[in-house]
């Protein structure tokens, strides 16, 4: 696996991207002052922006390969955002595929694609990883709450059932 984008893969038989270029935005105010330059004022982060690229052979990555373009304009459609895992574990935070284009060059006689090259820009759109899994401690409260207390207590019922 090269990279996850929510539940698609990246790989050498879906979409393998031959570059992964990142770009992080920082936000900064000027203020003009007499005399003097512009004092800068740091306003936080900007854009965080992803673009994939690559070329897809259909020869080479497989005959269905051509349908994971399908299924990232599919998950584009759906306007969510999904986790950006890289296979090496770095986690990139929650993107949308803010585009996706792709151009076909070499066909066969039947007009299908030899090669196709691709392009996929991602937009970053969460704050932090808190925003993106959540709060881990209300997540063990309810899963306690919701789960392990009334499997406890069945397992009380069941139990005392066998002595009586």
Known sequence: MMLALGLFVFQLQTLPYSTLSRNVNYRWANNGRIGLRPAQQFLGQGNETISLNGVLCPEINGKFSKLSLSALELMAGTGRAWPL???????YGMFVVESLQHTNT????????KRIEFTINLTRVDESLIAMFGDLSQQA????NQQITPAIASAKAAIGGVFS
């Open 106 to 113: 070499e066909f066969f006689s039947d007009g299908s694609a």
């Open 85 to 91: 895992i890289e296979g090496s574990g770095t986690i």
């Open 141 to 144: 409260t309810d899963l306690y």
